[in-house]
């Protein structure tokens, strides 16, 4: 078995009825248990990129491996292994963060026991304890954020692909998040995230993919990169450098 | 087995969360129940078995005219009360509100004589024609002075016509015994005894009512029977506002879309959804047959009679759900919003229900909707239950109406799947 968590090669997808491709011939590899950011503006591709690793798009053309396993073919398999945190809010507001744990554990393949357990270490660790049993429609949008967390990781996953996690909430809530996130990762998660707050990106991640207008920009461990391209002051610099400073939606 | 207990959970925690929903599912059909069979209760009274009032302006002194109001009342259904009137008196319609009446008859003065000179001729020119008299010069056609009958405008033309049979007939009645009575004296040259005449009229041919059945059982249909199994389907199917809706949820929340990344097949999800909405289709059953059974005696309406074959019933209970689960799935899956899903969907139940029979009896149908009401699965519903309930049959005779449902069924379950996978949501 290679120390591969994810393989993309000369992948390519395009959206009916569009002319163009959204990804287009991409390749990169993404080390196990390593934290890889994918950056990109506005409608570069990246959470089409993030559907097609997480099989919620079908592979056409190039290919996917996730732990040395064909998504195409063993999509089934992969699904045991992977984790995923969307950008919107993917749960069920009108029931309770145990709730919606109760049956995203039972869905992710989890028994009743270990259902419950990891409810409690969860909900303890992203400090919803206290709110454990309130219907989730009532909660703030850094809570939501948090359930929306908690039920992409009930199962431990071996991989996590995180498109935002952090968007539109506040400082103690973003930091508490990626704390967890970091602490995740010691235990051995990979981790594939998308952000907007490139400050953050720089703090958790170690390698990052820039993409644009669906093609591949610049691919490296963030301190060569930024070494490379002479950007002194930080990923925000290098991100303007590549991709311009022009509107994007 | 515990994915498949979580998902019934959640969807049952989902169902009870949603008030509304519940409502529309419970409450709404069983007042539609209870207020549509009671209007239909009255109104089927009021034309079957409450008296017609009828304002009546006797202008005639002779006995014709009592004799004809004499039969009137032994007919049982007009309730007389005399006024005083013209012939077209502009006050009719005003004495018809004052006394709440929708008919009134004026018998002109004369009335007895006329009928007595017109028997009289009638009874001449028989013996005529039989050969027993000759042609006699005296005998005159007479021509009888018409009854006049006044109508309120909302009386039904059903009721008009059934009214001015009854009175056809009792005319018929007293020209009839009059015409006998005459030919009698011309015979006899003596009036016919009073024997003999209660001999003639009495011995006259009845009518026995009878309802058809499968299995020869004689339960009465009654207001209930119909409204009943009508308005539980109509509820069923009414179940799109939930359903519906909380498949549109899902697919808005993000739901779908974490599911479908989730090692366990989608399969168990819409099991899971369906077998609890089939419950739910169930308990509308008992909750509205029981109250037809049990409670509508209570409070002057027909009690629902069960059908004698109750496996037919749990069967075809379990089919009718299952056609308005599919149906919501369908809604639910392809509406890309709440409101459109609740808008639609209840709009089309209510269209559905009109074409299928639910809401106005199909038989009362034009013929070009005849065929349209095929394509209901409320009326396939409705023709199943119906089988059972008014018609006593067994499984095997509804099998007409059970089949096409069926089809319905698959064809829905299809078509919501394939929606399913269009929009990349299995």
């Not at chain 2, 069983?30 to 078995?49: D, K």
């Amino acid at each position: 078995m290679s120390n591969l968590a994810l393989s993309v090669n000369n992948l390519s997808f395009r959206y009916p009825g569009q002319a163009k491709d959204c990804v287009h011939d991409l390749s990169f590899e993404i080390f196990v248990g390593e934290r890889f950011g994918l950056f990109g503006p506005n409608g570069a591709g990246k959470t089409t990129l993030m559907s097609l690793m997480v099989g919620l798009q079908k592979v056409k053309h190039g290919h996917i491996q996730v732990l040395d396993k064909d998504i195409r073919k063993d999509n089934a398999a992969i699904k045991h292994f992977i984790g995923y945190v969307p950008q919107d809010f993917a749960f069920y507001p009108e029931l309770s963060p145990v709730e919606n744990l109760d049956f995203f554990g039972a869905w992710s393949g989890l028994d009743k026991r270990t259902v419950k357990e990891r409810t409690t270490y969860l909900l303890e660790v992203l400090g919803l304890s206290d709110v454990a049993h309130k219907p989730v429609k009532q909660f703030s949008g850094g809570m939501k954020r948090r359930v929306n967390l908690a039920i992409g990781v009930i199962h431990e996953p071996k991989i996590l692909f995180l498109d935002e996690p952090t968007v539109g909430v506040d400082v103690q809530t973003r930091h508490a998040i990626i704390d967890y996130l970091k602490v995740l990762n010691a235990q051995g998660t990979t981790l594939v995230y998308t952000s907007h707050h490139l400050k953050e990106a720089e703090d958790l991640c170690e390698r990052i993919a820039l993409i644009d207008r669906g093609e591949m920009v610049a691919y490296d461990y963030l301190n060569q990169l930024l070494e490379r391209h002479g950007s002194k002051d930080g990923l925000e610099e290098l991100f303007l450098k590549l991709t311009g400073s022009a509107y994007r939606d | 087995m515990y994915k498949f207990a979580a998902s019934i959970t959640k969807e049952l925690r989902l169902l009870l969360r949603d008030k509304v929903g519940l409502m529309i599912m419970f409450a709404m059909p069983v007042l539609l129940v209870l207020l549509i069979t009671s209007i239909q209760i009255s109104a089927f009274e009021l034309v079957n078995n409450s008296k017609v009032k009828v304002l009546l302006c006797n202008k005639d002194k002779g006995k014709g005219s009592q004799e004809f109001l004499s039969y009137l009342n032994e007919v049982g259904r007009f309730d007389l009360i005399n006024v005083d009137l013209t012939e077209d008196d502009r006050r009719v319609g005003d004495y018809m509100n004052d006394h709440d009446a929708f008919v009134a008859l004026y018998i002109p003065e004369g009335f007895s004589d006329q009928i007595t000179k017109k028997a009289e001729f009638t009874a001449g020119k028989a013996l005529v024609e039989f050969g027993i008299n000759e042609s006699p010069d005296t005998l005159k056609m007479v021509k009888v002075d018409s009854l006049t009958i006044y109508f309120h405008p909302v009386l039904q033309q059903s009721l008009r016509r059934s009214i001015q049979g009854a009175l056809k007939s009792v005319i018929q009645l007293v020209e009839s015994k009059s015409m006998l009575n005459a030919l009698y004296f011309s015979i006899n040259g003596k009036p016919m005894p009073a024997t003999f005449e209660k001999e003639l009229f009495a011995n006259q041919i009845g009518i026995e009512e009878k309802t058809t059945s499968h299995n020869g059982s004689r339960t009465i249909p009654n207001a209930a029977q119909h409204n009943v199994p009508a308005w539980t389907i109509f509820a069923m199917f009414f179940m799109v506002i939930s359903l519906g809706g909380n498949i549109v949820k899902e697919k808005l929340s993000g739901s779908f879309v974490r599911l479908k990344i989730m090692p366990t097949n989608f399969i168990v999800g819409l099991l899971a959804k369906q077998l609890l909405y089939l419950m739910v289709a169930m308990s509308q059953v008992v909750v509205i047959f029981s109250m037809g059974v049990w409670l509508f005696p209570h409070i002057g309406l027909p009690a629902l009679n069960i059908p004698h074959d109750w496996i037919a019933l749990i069967v075809v209970s379990f089919i009718c759900g299952l056609s308005a689960i599919s149906y919501a799935l369908c809604i639910g899956v392809y509406a890309k919003t709440q409101e459109q899903a609740n808008g639609f969907g209840a709009i089309s139940v209510v269209i559905l229900a009109t074409i299928g029979g639910i809401l106005v009896p199909s038989f009362a149908m034009p013929k070009a909707f005849q065929f349209y009401m095929n394509l209901s699965p409320l009326h396939w519903c409705l023709e199943a239950y119906y089988g059972l309930f008014l018609e006593g049959g067994r499984l095997a005779d509804i099998m007409t109406s059970v089949v096409p449902l069926l089809a319905s069924i698959v064809a829905l379950q299809l078509i919501a799947i394939i929606g399913l996978k269009k929009k990349n949501l299995i």
